[in-house]
């Protein structure tokens, strides 16, 4: 069973039994043909039965292994990689389908490569989620023929493979990375101290020009003869909270990416980002429910449990209910606080209804309201317009872009934070915010 099961007629096959085919029909009117292709034809099945002992007389003859990261990145593309070799004694030809996860909705993956005798190669290539949750790889199947084409032998690998996709963690990495770098200014993810005035007191160090007049330390500057003055630094253990709307607002897909998607690998990297500098970081996600809430902690594992968090969240139809949140925040989160929110606002009209509910809030937290540009209308609007349906569809879009900053200078107002981005730029000016607030010392 297991022979007829990898068992395969390799097509080179059918077109010699086609040429054959036409020798017979041909020897109706040259007779010579007619016994040269009785001899072809065993001559062809000889060659069958030769070719099946070539690819069968090993029992395990190719080896190959799929190697998966032990979790997938959601929206980066994740390296995959399959190392295969040969113990044939002479040179085959492979067919390599691996089996994608339902997900990828690909049903043509195909690498085909050639083996001499025991070979090994490697061959990678990327894949890219765009949803969180348990992806499975079928079968690693590779099949082999050898040089005279006839028959394929079918070997087959790792089924079954689950693989879970997680928020974000390459655009963790790779924002972590850029935090650290003194080069990349443009960016504003510098782990640098800032000096100010409103900051903790870090240390006295003698003056250089540039430094503040202001900070001059008289005392210690008596004593040592010289100009002392003092540094400080930012605050430390500041609690920090991002709060993610889960409602129906956060359903719209951009590039493949839901939104709610988009800030939730904003919250993983900019949670690692809050920890690095030593601030707590906690979460919250709401819709008509308080679904998931993590107090602020101070530390590096605490990033574990916001990663499992973010894991399972998802989105319903439903409208997000401001004042649950608003009696959360009251109940659970007592300190002053820098406070993260991504929701969406399309309308003004929907704003104004959730607007007491955040002015509340923001009397005694720093609230940052994050919410989205729409690309998809930023393109309507720079076309040319061709006919009236082009000018009435630019005009709609014109307007919807209008209510967007109108909303934003509605917010900023009041005294409230705002961020308005383009989905695919979140996550890099949700951190670049924070250090701003930092900086400003405003929590």
Same mark, same amino acid.
């Given at each position: 069973?297991?022979?007829?099961?990898?068992f395969?007629?390799?097509h080179? =096959?059918f077109?010699y039994?086609a040429?054959?085919?036409?020798?017979?029909?041909l /020897?109706?009117w040259?007779?010579?043909l007619?016994?040269?292709?009785?001899l072809a034809?065993?001559?062809?099945l000889?060659l069958?039965?030769f070719?099946?002992?070539?690819?069968?007389a +090993?029992?395990?003859?190719?080896?190959?292994?799929?190697?998966?990261?032990q979790?997938?990145s959601n929206?980066?593309?994740?390296?995959?990689?399959?190392?295969?070799?040969?113990?044939? #004694?002479?040179?085959?030809?492979?067919?390599?389908?691996d089996e994608?996860?339902?997900?990828f909705q690909?049903?043509?993956?195909?690498?085909v490569a050639?083996? @001499?005798?025991?070979?090994?190669?490697v061959?990678?290539? #990327?894949?890219?989620?765009?949803?969180?949750?348990e $992806?499975v790889?079928?079968?690693?199947?590779v099949?082999a023929?050898s040089?005279?084409r006839?028959?394929k032998r079918?070997?087959? =690998?790792?089924?079954g493979q689950?693989?879970?996709?997680?928020p974000s963690?390459i655009q963790m990495?790779?924002?972590?990375?850029?935090?650290?770098?003194?080069?990349?200014?443009?960016?504003?993810?510098?782990?640098?101290?800032?000096?100010?005035?409103?900051?903790?007191f870090? +240390?006295?160090?003698e003056?250089?020009p540039?430094?503040?007049?202001?900070?001059?330390?008289?005392?210690? @500057?008596?004593?040592q003869n010289?100009?002392?003055?003092? +540094?400080?630094?930012?605050?430390? %253990?500041?609690?920090?909270?991002?709060?993610?709307?889960?409602?129906?607002?956060m359903?719209?897909?951009?590039n493949g990416?839901?939104?709610?998607?988009?800030a939730?690998n904003?919250?993983?990297a900019f949670?690692?980002i809050?920890?690095?500098?030593?601030?707590?970081?906690?979460?919250?996600t709401?819709?008509k429910?308080?679904?998931?809430?993590v107090?602020a902690?101070q530390k590096?594992?605490?990033l574990?449990?916001i *990663?499992?968090?973010?894991?399972?969240i998802?989105?319903?139809?439903?409208? /997000?209910?401001?004042?649950l949140l608003y009696?959360?925040i009251?109940?659970k989160?007592?300190?002053?606080?820098l406070?993260m929110?991504?929701?969406n606002?399309?309308?003004i %009209?929907?704003?104004?209804?959730q607007?007491? $509910? *955040?002015?509340?809030? #923001?009397?005694?937290?720093v609230?940052?309201?994050?919410?989205f540009?729409?690309?998809?209308l930023e393109?309507?609007?720079?076309?040319?317009?061709?006919?009236l349906?082009?000018?009435?569809?630019?005009?709609v #879009?014109?307007? =919807? /872009?209008?209510d967007?900053r109108?909303?934003?200078?509605?917010?900023?107002?009041y005294?409230?934070?705002?961020i308005?981005?383009?989905p695919?730029?979140?996550?890099?000016? @949700?951190?670049n915010k924070y250090?701003?607030?930092?900086?400003?010392?405003?929590i």
């Open positions: 069973m297991g022979f007829l099961k990898s395969y007629i390799h080179t =096959f077109r039994l040429v054959l085919s036409g020798c017979f029909v /020897s109706f040259l007779p010579f007619y016994p040269l292709a009785w034809t065993l001559l062809l000889a069958f039965l070719d099946v002992y070539l690819l069968y +090993q029992p395990e003859a190719i080896k190959a292994e799929r190697f998966v990261p979790k997938l929206s980066d593309y994740n390296s995959i990689t399959i190392k295969y070799g040969s113990r044939y #004694a002479f040179k085959v030809q492979l067919q390599i389908i994608l996860p339902v997900q690909k049903r043509d993956f195909e690498h050639s083996l @001499t005798k025991a070979e090994n190669k061959y990678e290539y #990327a894949v890219r989620p765009v949803e969180r949750g $992806y790889f079928g079968n690693l199947m099949f023929s040089p005279l006839i028959v079918r070997f087959t =690998f790792q089924s689950m693989v879970p996709v997680y963690i990495q790779q924002y972590d990375f850029l935090s650290i770098s003194n080069h990349l200014t443009e960016f504003g993810l510098k782990k640098l101290r800032r000096i100010g005035h409103t900051q903790e870090e +240390q006295i160090k003056y250089v540039g430094d503040d007049f202001r900070t001059i330390n008289w005392k210690a @500057t008596a004593k010289m100009l002392m003055v003092n +540094q400080y630094q930012d605050e430390r %253990s500041q609690p920090v909270y991002s709060i993610i709307d889960t409602g129906r607002v359903k719209m897909p951009f990416l839901k939104l709610l998607d988009y939730i904003a919250t993983l949670s690692n809050a920890l690095k500098r030593h601030d707590k970081t906690g979460m919250l709401f819709s429910n308080i679904e998931n809430f107090p902690v590096l594992t605490h574990n449990t *990663l499992e968090k973010l894991y399972n998802s989105t319903d139809f439903t409208d /997000s209910d401001f004042g009696g959360q009251k109940r989160v007592s300190h002053r606080s406070l929110l991504y929701t606002f399309e309308h %009209s929907a704003l104004k209804r607007l007491p $509910y *955040l002015l509340a809030i #923001a009397k005694k937290h609230l940052v309201v994050i919410f540009e729409n690309t998809e393109g309507l609007i720079e076309n040319d317009t061709q006919n349906q082009d000018i009435y569809h630019k005009t #879009a014109e307007k =919807f /872009s209008l967007k109108l909303m934003q200078k509605e917010l900023q107002k005294g409230i934070q705002t308005l981005t383009p695919e730029k979140l996550t890099i000016n @949700t951190i250090l701003e607030i930092k900086a400003r010392g405003l």
